[in-house]
């Protein structure tokens, strides 16, 4: 038996998704906590994040050619929720959250030293969808340390997590 769902409520049921922190250069350079974040092509390969156009972030995304999308493990949670927080328009999220700038290879957006990946992307493309903008790039570089662990990277929908169980 299954009950009906309400359409605006069917999102509802996702179990969670990835938490990023997308950072990006400007006037000021700013970071970003997003769950809306995924690959969408594998050769080439480009990744895509969402979002609202009401975030200072947003201003400085569609003014940018590039970003930087950096994993925080659970660790991170504090920074992760400052910078899902507080507003660039307003704070240094580096220095409210605690995060060191880290010099890019191939953009001009700084990476976050303590996130132990770090995806640098050239912005390709920008669509408007609903209420959140989808900013598509392509990947032009990326590091993982040696001893990351994608148990310890953040899930989240509504409630933070790790992923469970390996099923297969
Ligand atoms: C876990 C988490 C996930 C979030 N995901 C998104 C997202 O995918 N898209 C978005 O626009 N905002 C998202 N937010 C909200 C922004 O991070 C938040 O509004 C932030 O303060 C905006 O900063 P800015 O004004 O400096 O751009 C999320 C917040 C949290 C805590």
Same mark, same amino acid.
């Given at each position: 038996m299954? /009950? ?17 922190? &997308? ?5 000021? /350079? ?18 895509? +994040? !969402?979002?609202?156009p009401? #975030?200072?972030?947003? %201003?400085?995304? #569609? ?5 930087? +999308? ?7 949670? $504090?920074a992760? *929720?400052?910078? %899902?927080?507080?507003?660039g #328009? $307003?704070?240094?999220? @580096? /220095?409210?959250? !605690?995060?060191?700038?880290? $010099? ?7 990476? +976050?030293?303590? &996130?132990?990946?770090? +995806? *640098? &992307? ?7 969808? %609903?209420?959140?903008?989808? @900013?598509? %790039?392509?990947?032009? =570089? ?6 990351? /662990?994608?148990?310890? =990277?953040?899930?989240?929908? !509504?409630?933070y997590?790790?992923? !469970?169980?390996?099923? #297969?």
């Amino acid at each position: 038996m299954k /009950d009906p769902v309400a359409p605006g409520k069917a999102q509802d049921s996702f179990s969670g998704f990835p938490v990023v922190l &997308c950072s990006m250069s400007g006037p000021k /350079d700013n970071i970003i906590t997003l769950a809306m974040c995924h690959i969408f092509s594998f050769e080439p390969p480009l990744v895509a +994040i !969402g979002i609202g156009p009401k #975030r200072h972030s947003y %201003g400085l995304l #569609r003014a940018s050619d590039d970003f930087a +999308i950096n994993i925080p493990t659970k660790g991170l949670l $504090k920074a992760v *929720e400052i910078c %899902g927080s507080k507003s660039g #328009r $307003k704070v240094d999220k @580096f /220095d409210a959250a !605690g995060l060191t700038r880290e $010099k890019a290879e191939k953009i001009l957006s700084p990476l +976050i030293a303590e &996130c132990p990946v770090n +995806i *640098e &992307c050239i912005k390709v493309n920008e669509v408007e969808v %609903g209420d959140h903008a989808l @900013f598509i %790039g392509e990947v032009v =570089a990326a590091r993982k340390d040696t001893q990351y /662990d994608s148990k310890d =990277a953040l899930l989240y929908w !509504g409630e933070y997590r790790v992923i !469970g169980d390996l099923v #297969r």
